[in-house]
């Protein structure tokens, strides 16, 4: 399918009222109560924006939203749509069930390739189920990090399966229904020794995203990759991690510049001294996928105000 049919129909089931689909709202409905009252997960199908079916378990929150809206992440989902094209390599790191990954692979084609990263095994047993639908998904079962070796990490209970985070060495965990668990992990300077080379990453890894962008640093001399990370201060000081603010300098000393996603369109991002929760766009001026071409070929359009821009196919903000 085709970027601009994807765009209509995101926009589409934006609109999209409870009356339009009464019986995926029901199905919504009914199960995300029946989980609760129960006590008890329950496993179903999603029905994705672009018609993509995807394994889901109530109540889980990401769940939730996906089974209601068929998708997630307004700001997210706008990104993959703007700045993926066929034929990149996708690294998902921190992919939990997978819905960006199947969102990464409808757009980057047969010539591209997805690699989800799920480093928690109940979750990632999921994620294979969704990866398996789709050819050119590859399910990774590490931890991206700063170096190579083995995490101790955190596996909540199902309902909070998106927020598993790395534990460090020194810290105890109080945690109702969670434990910690030792999962391999790897920096992905050494990962792409044996692999091919990410075009773009979406880095969601629950504080961790610090220490992910140390392991590739070579990786960001070499490349320049296309970058989505997962920013918010209030988690980071509950996982004993660095200030947010400190990764955007980070990525911005080696030239990146920095973009944020409002009501769909794509704003140069100002840095702020704490973040509550966004994911930015990092681009750096010799990305590959920065060179000027048609609106049909170019994967990003240079524009004259990158301050403003809507992507090519969104309905204009109501």
């Given at each position: 399918m085709d970027r601009l049919e994807l765009l209509r129909r995101w926009d589409e089931r934006r609109n999209q009222s409870a009356l339009a689909a009464p019986a995926q709202w029901l199905d919504w409905r009914i199960h995300k109560k029946l989980a609760k009252w129960t006590g008890r997960a329950r496993k179903r199908q999603a029905n994705l924006f672009w018609g993509q079916p995807m394994t889901i378990v109530y109540p889980e929150n990401v769940s939730n939203r996906i089974g209601r809206h068929g998708y997630f992440e307004d700001d997210v989902t706008a990104m993959f749509l703007d700045v993926l094209r066929p034929g990149m390599v996708i690294y998902d790191i921190g992919s939990h069930y997978g819905f960006f990954s199947l969102l990464a692979s409808e757009i980057v084609g047969a010539t591209g390739q997805v690699l989800a990263w799920e480093p928690t095994p109940s979750t990632f047993a999921l994620l294979s189920e969704n990866a398996d639908r789709r050819e050119n998904i590859?399910?990774?079962?590490?931890?991206?990090?700063?170096?190579?070796?083995?995490?101790?990490?955190?596996?909540?209970?199902?309902?909070?399966?998106?927020?598993?985070?790395?534990?460090?060495?020194?810290?105890?965990v109080d945690c109702p229904g969670a434990h910690v668990i030792t999962v391999p992990a790897v920096a992905l300077d050494d990962y792409v020794t044996e692999h091919p080379e990410p075009d773009f990453l979406k880095i969601d890894a629950e504080g961790a995203e610090g220490q992910i962008l140390e392991g590739m640093i070579e990786i960001i001399k070499r490349s320049h990759p296309g970058i989505s990370l997962e920013m918010g201060d209030r988690v980071n000081e509950k996982t004993g991690n660095r200030p947010c603010r400190e990764n955007v300098e980070f990525l911005m000393d080696h030239g990146y510049q920095p973009f944020e996603y409002r009501n769909r369109q794509r704003h140069a991002h100002q840095i702020e001294t704490r973040y509550q929760y966004k994911n930015l766009l990092f681009r750096h001026p010799q990305w590959r996928f920065m060179e000027s071409g048609s609106a049909a070929q170019a994967p990003c359009q240079q524009h004259s105000?990158?301050?403003?821009?809507?992507?090519?196919?969104?309905?204009?903000?109501?």
């Amino acid at each position: 399918m085709d970027r601009l049919e994807l765009l209509r129909r995101w926009d589409e089931r934006r609109n999209q009222s409870a009356l339009a689909a009464p019986a995926q709202w029901l199905d919504w409905r009914i199960h995300k109560k029946l989980a609760k009252w129960t006590g008890r997960a329950r496993k179903r199908q999603a029905n994705l924006f672009w018609g993509q079916p995807m394994t889901i378990v109530y109540p889980e929150n990401v769940s939730n939203r996906i089974g209601r809206h068929g998708y997630f992440e307004d700001d997210v989902t706008a990104m993959f749509l703007d700045v993926l094209r066929p034929g990149m390599v996708i690294y998902d790191i921190g992919s939990h069930y997978g819905f960006f990954s199947l969102l990464a692979s409808e757009i980057v084609g047969a010539t591209g390739q997805v690699l989800a990263w799920e480093p928690t095994p109940s979750t990632f047993a999921l994620l294979s189920e969704n990866a398996d639908r789709r050819e050119n998904i590859t399910a990774v079962n590490l931890a991206a990090f700063s170096c190579t070796g083995s995490l101790r990490f955190l596996q909540q209970d199902v309902r909070d399966s998106s927020l598993n985070f790395v534990v460090h060495e020194s810290e105890s965990v109080d945690c109702p229904g969670a434990h910690v668990i030792t999962v391999p992990a790897v920096a992905l300077d050494d990962y792409v020794t044996e692999h091919p080379e990410p075009d773009f990453l979406k880095i969601d890894a629950e504080g961790a995203e610090g220490q992910i962008l140390e392991g590739m640093i070579e990786i960001i001399k070499r490349s320049h990759p296309g970058i989505s990370l997962e920013m918010g201060d209030r988690v980071n000081e509950k996982t004993g991690n660095r200030p947010c603010r400190e990764n955007v300098e980070f990525l911005m000393d080696h030239g990146y510049q920095p973009f944020e996603y409002r009501n769909r369109q794509r704003h140069a991002h100002q840095i702020e001294t704490r973040y509550q929760y966004k994911n930015l766009l990092f681009r750096h001026p010799q990305w590959r996928f920065m060179e000027s071409g048609s609106a049909a070929q170019a994967p990003c359009q240079q524009h004259s105000s990158e301050t403003d821009h809507q992507p090519t196919g969104f309905a204009q903000p109501r």
